[in-house]
C-alpha cells in the first residue's frame, strides 16, 4: 500500500535559522510528492511538488524539496525561518496504484512554530 | 481568477438532520476530490468526480453519503441523518487534468461541519 511518514508531530525552530520539516514515502513505482500549508481555519495552500528531473524542487514562499530517492524521503527545507512560517505542514504522495488520477495520500502533518 | 469555493464555511446539524456541503471548482477545472480531515489528523480522500460521473467513491462511506458534480452548478457532498462522528472539515479540491503539470490539486477554504 502507498503511504506518507511525517516523524515528527512537530518541530520548534528560531527565527532566521533553517528549518526541515521530514517526509518518507513508499509507493510502487516512481512517486508523484506534494507539499501543502495549512494556516488555522484555512484550506490548504500548494507549496511545492516532485514529478520527474531535478531532486532540488523549488517552491512558493522560499520553500524548496529535496527528493532521495534510495532514502525514499521528501524533506521540506528553507534557509531562515520566518515566524509567518508558523503553520501545518503536509506532505502527500500521488497514488498511481488507483489508475493514474491524482487521488492523494497525506501525511498526518508536522506542526512548524517559528519563535522569534 | 477566483479560487477553489466552499459554502457554507461552518455548519452546524443537529443529530439525523441532513448537511450538503457546496463546491465551486477553480475556473477550467474539470475534475474535483472530497476530502474530510479530523481534528489534529491529515487530509483522508473521499470521493472523486468530473463532470456528471463519479470516478472513485472508495473513501467515502457506503451508507448516509453522496456526491455529484452536476453539468451546470457546484459539486455538493449530501450527509444524510448526521451524527456526531461526521464532525469535521471537510475540503474540496480540484484540478485541470489528472497528468504532469495539470494534476496540481488546489484546495478550497473547507467547510466544518459541527453535530450537536
Known amino acids: 500500500a502507498q503511504s506518507v511518514a511525517q516523524p515528527e508531530d512537530q518541530v520548534n525552530v528560531a527565527e532566521g535559522n533553517p528549518l526541515t520539516v521530514k517526509c518518507t514515502y513508499s509507493?510502487?513505482?516512481?512517486?508523484?510528492l506534494f507539499w501543502y500549508v495549512q494556516y488555522p481555519n484555512r484550506g490548504l495552500q500548494f507549496l511545492l511538488k516532485?514529478?520527474?528531473?531535478?531532486?532540488l524542487v523549488k517552491g512558493s514562499y522560499g520553500f524548496e524539496a529535496e527528493f532521495n530517492k534510495s532514502q525514499t524521503s521528501f524533506h521540506l527545507k528553507k534557509p531562515s525561518a520566518l515566524v509567518s512560517d508558523s503553520a501545518l505542514y503536509f506532505c502527500?504522495?500521488?497514488?498511481?496504484?488507483?489508475?493514474?488520477?491524482?487521488?492523494?495520500?497525506f501525511g498526518a502533518g508536522t506542526r512548524l512554530a517559528v519563535h522569534p | 481568477n477566483a479560487g477553489v469555493m466552499q459554502n457554507p464555511r461552518h455548519l452546524v446539524r443537529r443529530r439525523g438532520q441532513e448537511a450538503r456541503l457546496r463546491c465551486s471548482p477553480m475556473k477550467g477545472h474539470s475534475h474535483v476530490y472530497w476530502y474530510r480531515q479530523l481534528p489534529e489528523e491529515g487530509l483522508k480522500f473521499m470521493v472523486y468526480l468530473q463532470k456528471e460521473n463519479i470516478i472513485d467513491e472508495s473513501g467515502m462511506p457506503k451508507e448516509r453519503f453522496s456526491a455529484e458534480f452536476p453539468k451546470e452548478g457546484p459539486s455538493i457532498l449530501r450527509i444524510q441523518q448526521v451524527v456526531r462522528g461526521d464532525s469535521a472539515a471537510y475540503f474540496c479540491?480540484?484540478?485541470?487534468?489528472?497528468?504532469?503539470?495539470?494534476?496540481?490539486?488546489?484546495f478550497g477554504p473547507g467547510t466544518r461541519l459541527t453535530v450537536l
Open positions: 516532485y514529478i520527474t528531473g531535478d531532486n
Open positions: 502527500a504522495v500521488r497514488d498511481r496504484v488507483s489508475g493514474g488520477y491524482n487521488k492523494l495520500i
Open positions: 479540491a480540484s484540478s485541470p487534468g489528472t497528468g504532469g503539470e495539470t494534476d496540481t490539486q488546489y
Open positions: 509507493v510502487s513505482g516512481n512517486p508523484y
